[in-house]
């Protein structure tokens, strides 16, 4: 299977130096994704939140109805222990309610600083006092605004957030530090839990459960200087080729690479199907020379 590749831009990258820290750096970046994650472990901290902030808020209501009083700090002790106790329970359903962070985070902020003014201050948490109202006001502007950006930043679903599990890419050929004849060079990749397919797909033609399945390959060329810093770096368009499909994907393909006289630094990088980055990102890397 064997595609082309012409220049289509120019991509700011880092040097070599750089380059290989990010490279060092997955693992570190894996551990921050899988708990940002959908449903993943970051999900059980998410999850108590939420809850703890729905029993906050009731104690809200039940104190503004004058049913209980929050007058001292010590008033302060039973809301907050059954808030505590609420939301380590709440973990069992973490999948299911971690997925309301984006609300239940402003609700628990909001509800727990209003029964400490309450508690702490002269002011009166009984309707129609201006700190249930101030109160009200609050939780509802936050928890519409706040809640799409929390999501995305805390609990990505993951359309936004694609995990690239144990998904891995290699460039077979050529090897690193190989000499190859300028002109068209043949790149072939392979890769390893994942599979490569044509590109440029639309948010429903993806299984959003395997984000690695018919990924998109992203290929960069860059000179490298006789002190080894790059330069000239440039994104080239690259195609797998017709046997590369959503239904039939690749597990190895081969492009063709245009290459002038020096020495260059061929990167890979295996996307999701619709160009979204893994998390962390899937990467391979040789450098030829090229006469």
Do not use: K, N
């Amino acid at each position: 299977m064997t595609g082309t590749a012409q220049p289509v831009e120019v991509a700011a990258g880092a040097s070599h130096g750089a380059a290989e820290a990010i490279h060092g750096a997955a693992g570190a970046t894996a551990g921050a994704a899988s708990v940002l994650a959908h449903a993943g472990p970051g999900s059980t901290w998410q999850a108590m939140v939420v809850v703890a902030g729905v029993v906050l808020a009731g104690y809200v209501i039940v104190a503004a109805s004058g049913r209980i009083t929050i007058e001292r700090p010590d008033d302060l002790v039973v809301p907050v222990a059954a808030a505590a106790i609420a939301g380590g329970i709440g973990v069992v359903g973490h999948a299911v309610l971690s997925d309301f962070i984006g609300w239940g985070l402003p609700l628990a902020v909001t509800a727990l600083l209003t029964l400490t003014l309450a508690a702490t201050t002269p002011l009166d948490v009984r309707l129609p006092g201006p700190l249930p109202m101030g109160a009200l006001a609050v939780a509802l502007v936050s928890t519409i605004t706040l809640y799409q950006p929390l999501t995305i930043a805390l609990h990505p679903p993951p359309e936004f957030l694609p995990l690239a599990e144990d998904a891995r890419i290699a460039i077979e050929e050529p090897a690193d530090e190989a000499t190859v004849p300028a002109g068209t060079v043949e790149v072939t990749v392979v890769t390893d839990e994942a599979s490569i397919g044509p590109g440029g797909l639309e948010l429903d033609e993806l299984d959003l459960a395997r984000p690695a399945h018919a990924g998109e390959l992203a290929v960069r060329r860059a000179a490298v200087d006789a002190d080894g810093t790059t330069s000239d770096r440039q994104r080239v368009a690259s195609d797998p080729g017709p046997d590369c499909t959503v239904a039939d994907p690749c597990e190895r393909a081969t492009i063709d690479l245009d290459l002038e006289p020096g020495t260059w630094r061929i990167t890979v990088e295996l996307r999701r199907g619709d160009g979204t980055e893994l998390a962390p990102t899937v990467t391979d890397h040789v450098t030829v020379e090229v006469e």
